[in-house]
């Protein structure tokens, strides 16, 4: 079977600016991966090219073993959070899944679903603009769930939790996982998802630099921010 994430050689600019050079990685069924890297390492436009948002220069970005704009069913094969904000102020948080569910095609059941997978029912039908960024966070990944993916891509989703919120997202993508579903999910707040990935992809000014099993990288240098540290100061490996 295809991992479910497969990017290879992926190269892109801006301008004078390489915001990934060559980057390869995977991400297979049943794990979850943590995409990390310090400010501006390339991890935002790694996931954009990858949902097809982003063109890139070279390289290939595949979920499911295809680019994600030739995916039949791009809804029901992968949920994105990219940005939190997306969501009108005005409009309730069941509104807004109403809406998505259906501009992707997917049964009006799924909203209360996926209100409940998040934990979100509670302030399901509240205007949007009054949600906490926890709040946010909850919704942006209900809509992720939305069409039941098997795939997960998520930027930052720990922002603006809350302990117990870090705590439910752990709770929810170790499950996520061992239903058998992939997860890629970036961070630069590393204690905060210490607990949470199987994998890592270290990336360091758009060169992909360590990638392997977490315990790998804190077996040789526990803690994890010890490590990230040492390797993004140190610059690409060979
Ligand atoms: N649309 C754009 N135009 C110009 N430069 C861009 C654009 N998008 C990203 N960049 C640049 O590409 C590099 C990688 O940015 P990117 O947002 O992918 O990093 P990141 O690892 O997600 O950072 P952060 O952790 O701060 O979110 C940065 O130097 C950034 O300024």
Redesign the pocket.
């Known amino acids: 079977m295809n991992a479910a994430i497969e990017v290879r050689t992926l190269s892109k600019r801006?301008?004078a600016?390489v915001?990934l050079e060559d980057a390869t990685l995977s991400v297979e069924y049943g794990r979850v991966v943590g995409f990390l890297?310090p400010?501006?390492?390339?991890?935002?436009?790694l996931m954009r090219a990858l949902l097809g948002l982003v063109r890139a220069d070279s390289g290939d970005a595949h979920i499911a073993g295809l680019p994600y704009t030739h995916l039949p069913a791009p809804a029901k094969t992968v949920g994105a959070v990219l940005d939190i904000a997306s969501a009108h102020p005005r409009v309730t948080a069941r509104a807004h899944l109403h809406m998505y569910a259906a501009l992707g095609g997917m049964d009006r059941s799924r909203v209360d679903t996926a209100l409940s997978l998040v934990g979100a029912q509670p302030y399901a039908d509240r205007r949007v603009g009054t949600f906490s960024t926890g709040m946010r966070q909850r919704l942006a990944l209900a809509t992720a769930m939305l069409g039941d993916p098997d795939i997960l891509v998520l930027d930052e989703p720990s922002n603006g939790l809350d302990p117990g919120g870090i705590a439910w997202l752990r709770t929810f993508l170790r499950a996520f996982a061992d239903a058998g579903g992939a997860v890629l999910l970036?961070s630069?707040v590393l204690h905060e998802i210490e607990h949470t990935i199987d994998d890592v992809v270290l990336i360091d000014r758009g060169r992909i630099i360590w990638t392997g099993a977490l315990e790998q990288l804190v077996a040789q240098d526990a803690p994890l921010e010890e490590a990230f540290l040492r390797l993004t100061q140190k610059g690409p490996l060979s």
Request: net charge positive; no cysteine; proline share 0%.
């Open positions: 801006f301008g600016i915001a890297g400010n501006g390492a390339g991890k935002s436009t970036s630069h």
